[in-house]
């Protein structure tokens, strides 16, 4: 439960460094991420290196006692590298250049860039690999940010056709995988294909889809690159990259195999104005606070991405700058947002960033520190956190380093599958459904139960976990289906699970496709509904609404929900359970807390606005509401706050 910052030293007079690294440590901040932006101080022109400035402030740092994460600044080409290397700049869907100017002016599959990058990298890591104060290496910045893993341009094309050919050796079995022989879409030879863009109308799903395979692998493959240089120079140190919330562009499980520990960066209240999974109602209700399970689902779905370590590399520390609309922050939200990120496994909560910049795109993103210097609000919520966590060890009778070792594991377990994402986010079927929203609503109805919950990839062990829920696993591999036949806890298994084929084609059976072994239903119709259409849906476990989604099954299992005309919703019995369609919050979290009591969890319906996490016998309860609230668990002591929760309010609690 460590706390850290985002330093950009050389935006900076040099007489402000000593006075910036022993207010750090005032805070009581001890990682500090520096370097992910600067190729153009650190080779201003080709070839010409300056250290200087990282020699000093890496000195003055580690003089502090202050941990550094080095940042590869390969998020930012310097002008002179693109004018080199033109065709390094990716092509958007339009097939419009996108230039330099701001930041991530690369394609991930151009091999001149990544010799480029193998050397800026090599020579970074010969230099500072063993500096006593570098304990971590951060590959890049934001894989995806401002939309940059697909790119169109001539090199993405040349990469795309030797995936391809690597995959399929044979043409006609790719133009039986794909199906060309609709609308006469048979290839000759892998040379004659194209990229799935500025066709007449939508292109082939399974090309598209095998083009977002291609791209996500273009991106484990330039990480690796980086990776591998990093192991070689600069043994024993943790190696990490900082992912993004809500975004499922490239397979994060796979890029996180070559990493120690797994990051992102969290911006509730950018995101809650932002993306339109929150409702006005939501958005108005949270504004200051972001959504409940905003931080929660990102936290437990990154730290199910790699060997279960989890830090937060940026942490909104005020207003943002770059949503529609940037409010500040409640009072108390920036501690609110820390301990919910130590709730679920963060070793380390970073904020971004030290100072405020005066200048350039962020001039209006808040830091720790004004443009001034002076110390704004997060600073002195990040000070109080450091000291309770302090207290919290003294209470534990532990050292604050020993907190690392309290156990993160939840009982239920949500599969998240960036393949099932790309396949049914390419044909969603209806403009409302989106994958990552269903999954996040899910999760949310089983946290309001105050359910601790871990979201896995597919290739993960899930045998142990009392229940497990599949919200929409849309390809159902051999490999998983047997793991599932043999699975003994709760199983719920989500609409449009089963319904395609790796090569994206409906399987022979009709949906849920292998899963009908061990849940024997057959989806005979589905009703793809628009936003403003719901439909009433009642049964033994619950009543509400169903939306976007509505499957017609034809199956003998009980029924235990079922919509307005009596046709089956939810389905199932013992251990195995399936539903055909998008539930409502009401509907689904009784739903899930019937299921969850069927696995010997004990569902707590929480106050609006209240969250929980448990790890080991420490209970953490956080109030997002904008009011008061009061929660107290069962059999417990509170070790920081007590029942009452203010709004923003956290209390940490021992169960006996
Ligand atoms: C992140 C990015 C940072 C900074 C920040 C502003 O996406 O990694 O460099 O731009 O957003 O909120």
Request: some cysteine; aromatic content about 12%.
């Amino acid at each position: 439960m460590k706390l850290g910052v985002c330093y950009y030293p050389e935006h900076w007079a040099k007489d402000r460094w000593l006075k910036d690294a022993q207010e750090m440590r005032l805070i009581g901040i001890e990682y500090v991420r520096i370097g992910e932006f600067s190729w153009s101080t650190i080779e201003p022109t080709p070839g010409v290196l300056n250290w200087t400035w990282l020699d000093e402030s890496l000195s003055i740092l580690h003089d502090h006692g202050l941990k550094v994460i080095l940042g590869t600044p390969t998020a930012t080409p310097p002008k002179w590298l693109v004018d080199k290397h033109p065709s390094m700049l990716a092509k958007d869907e339009q097939g419009r250049v996108r230039g330099f100017g701001s930041r991530r002016h690369y394609t991930f599959a151009s091999l001149e860039y990544r010799e480029e990058c193998r050397r800026i990298v090599t020579i970074m890591a010969k230099r500072y690999g063993n500096h006593p104060a570098v304990v971590s290496w951060q590959t890049d910045n934001e894989y995806g940010c401002h939309d940059t893993i697909l790119s169109y341009s001539a090199v993405d094309l040349d990469a795309f056709r030797i995936w391809l050919k690597e995959k399929y050796q044979d043409i006609q079995a790719l133009n039986r995988a794909w199906g060309n022989i609709f609308w006469s879409m048979d290839y000759g030879s892998f040379d004659e294909i194209e990229l799935p863009n500025l066709t007449v109308t939508e292109a082939n799903p399974s090309h598209r889809l095998d083009f977002q395979r291609c791209c996500s692998d273009q991106v484990v493959a330039y990480n690796r690159l980086q990776t591998e240089i990093l192991r070689k120079y600069s043994v024993g140190r943790d190696l990490v990259h900082n992912y993004m919330g809500f975004f499922t562009a490239f397979d994060h499980h796979k890029v996180s195999e070559d990493l120690d520990v797994a990051s992102w960066d969290t911006y509730p209240l950018g995101f809650l104005d932002q993306e339109a999974i929150y409702s006005d109602v939501e958005k108005h209700e949270y504004l200051r606070t972001g959504h409940p399970d905003f931080g929660a689902f990102h936290h437990d779905l990154y730290r199910g991405c790699g060997k279960g370590r989890l830090w937060i590399m940026e942490q909104q520390p005020g207003p943002v700058n770059w949503a529609p609309h940037n409010p500040t922050p409640a009072d108390g939200a920036v501690r609110l947002w820390t301990w919910e990120a130590f709730s679920h496994g963060a070793e380390m909560v970073s904020y971004f960033r030290w100072r405020q910049a005066p200048f350039a795109q962020e001039q209006m993103h808040a830091g720790l520190l004004r443009p001034d210097a002076s110390t704004a609000e997060a600073a002195i919520e990040a000070g109080q956190v450091s000291n309770e966590v302090k207290h919290l060890a003294n209470e534990l009778g532990v050292d604050v380093d020993a907190l690392v070792s309290l156990p993160t594991a939840g009982k239920v377990a949500l599969m998240f599958d960036y393949d099932a994402c790309w396949s049914l986010d390419i044909q969603p079927q209806s403009k409302a459904y989106r994958y990552m929203f269903w999954c996040y609503r899910v999760y949310e109805a089983l946290r309001e139960l105050g359910l601790s919950v871990d979201i896995i990839s597919a290739k993960a062990e899930f045998e142990h976990y009392q229940m497990l829920v599949l919200p929409a696993q849309a390809y159902v591999s051999p490999r998983l289906e047997a793991r599932l036949e043999n699975y003994r806890g709760v199983l719920l298994v989500g609409p449009r699970s089963g319904s395609k084929t790796e090569s994206y084609q409906i399987p022979e059976n009709l949906p849920p496709g292998p899963l009908a072994k061990i849940l024997p239903v057959t989806v005979e119709r589905v009703d793809a509904l628009p936003e403003h259409t719901q439909m009433d849906v009642n049964g033994r476990w619950g009543i509400g609404l169903l939306k976007h989604w509505h499957e017609q099954l034809k199956t003998d299992l009980p029924v235990l929900l079922s919509d307005s005309s009596g046709a089956a919703v939810l389905v199932g019995k013992d251990q195995r359970y399936y539903l055909g369609s998008c539930l409502d919050n009401d509907v689904l979290k009784v739903s899930l807390s019937r299921l969850a009591e069927k696995a010997n969890l004990s569902p707590y319906f929480l106050p609006k606005g209240v969250r929980m996490r448990q790890r080991g016998n420490l209970l953490f309860v956080f109030n997002y509401s904008p009011v008061s609230q009061t929660y107290r668990p069962d059999d417990s002591t509170a070790l920081i706050g007590g029942e009452e929760l203010i709004s923003c309010g956290v209390s940490v609690w021992r169960k006996e």
